[in-house]
């Protein structure tokens, strides 16, 4: 996949040297800071800090939870003179941990109301029936014995998807398509763009000439799909959907949630589109040789990187249940034994 040169060399070059990049003015009164999280790739969050024109600031995914990362955060507003007891708005992209997960200890630090899209909150409700059905699910995948108690434990009743802390789901305001962020003199308005999680969204600020896009399009990764809760939806289908709502902000600089920022997020999208589609017709061509396979055959022919049999745990679950969607999305879900 062709990769897009960086905006940000600082960011490109730390991402390169596996340092945390600095912070960095994006435009007049809008930063980055990074914020590292642990145990996952990539390991640091891009949290944007946003200043009204009363001053006070508002942050976009104010990145994990860790007690650490939020010191990080902190002595990033030091940085810029500021403190998180400025913050007047937590808006997030996504219910995942290295996104939201600071948001619950900023909200109490600062009292700043916390925003997100209205099927994040609902698939935080919902967290424990929905691992409790995955664990169905998975057991008809036709995972190997040995492999199986990894996969249940990253995808089922074993995995949190949320902010990974003890605190209840919470949301202060609620995000739709189109709404616009209550931040004085800036005019940053949501992009629903749902398919890595149901509740995705990006922010567009077309008079700073920047797209929010949290893990939507980054710049190195292709995200995966599917990984916020069940959504009633095919979320594949979704992602090629909000893949192409794209097409209109090419003339933005892209601020995604980790690697470094980038230009021309169409031509990106598209490439995202055409690994996608290279992938359904892998699947078919998987259904069309085989009969009656489970899951785990199908996937075991389509070249995921590595290929499944190097994969376990959280890899093989999404590598699985991402074989389902493309599966469903060719409308031959049903020659998949046990589905
Ligand atoms: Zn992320």
């Known amino acids: ?77 030091r940085a810029v003179g500021r403190r998180l007891e400025d913050v007047t708005l937590v808006a997030v992209t996504h219910l995942h941990a290295d996104h939201l997960g600071a948001a619950a200890a900023l909200r109490r630090r600062s009292g700043a109301p916390v925003a997100m899209h209205a099927a994040e909150v609902r698939a935080l409700e919902h967290e424990r029936a929905d691992a409790e059905q995955n664990d169905r699910d998975v057991r008809t995948w036709g ?95 979704d992602a090629l959907g909000s893949l192409a709502r794209l097409d209109g902000y090419g003339h933005l600089e892209v601020c995604p949630g980790h690697e470094y920022r980038f230009r021309d997020v169409v031509s990106r999208a598209r490439v995202l589109i055409d690994h996608r589609d290279e992938r359904t017709r892998h699947v078919a061509d998987a259904l069309d040789a085989l009969d009656r396979p489970t899951l785990f055959e199908v996937a075991s022919r389509v070249p995921f990187s590595g290929g499944i049999e190097s994969m376990s745990g959280f890899l093989l679950a999404s590598a699985l249940s991402q074989t389902a969607f493309h599966a469903d999305l060719l409308g031959r879900a049903e020659e998949i034994r046990g589905a």
């Open 1 to 77: 996949m062709s990769i897009p040169p960086p905006v940000s060399t600082a960011q490109a070059e730390a991402l390169a040297a596996g340092a945390l990049p600095p912070v960095e003015e994006v435009r007049p009164g809008i930063w980055t800071i990074a914020v590292p999280f642990r145990g996952g790739v990539p390991d640091a969050t891009l949290a944007y800090v946003i200043e009204g024109s009363d001053g006070a600031l508002a942050v976009i995914d104010p990145g994990w939870s860790d007690g650490g990362s939020l010191d990080v955060l902190s002595d990033g507003f």
């Open 143 to 237: 995972v190997p014995a040995a492999l199986l108690d990894g996969v249940l434990a990253a995808w089922g009743t074993g995995r949190r998807i949320g902010q990974g802390t003890a605190e209840a789901p919470f949301a202060d305001l609620l995000l739709a398509d189109g709404d616009v962020l209550p931040i004085p003199g800036r005019t940053i308005s949501t992009l629903w763009t749902p398919g890595h999680t149901g509740g995705h969204v990006c922010f567009v600020d077309e008079p700073d000439g920047l797209l929010f896009t949290g893990d939507h399009v980054l710049p190195r990764i292709n995200p995966g799909v599917g990984l916020g809760g069940r959504t009633g939806t095919n979320p594949l289908r």
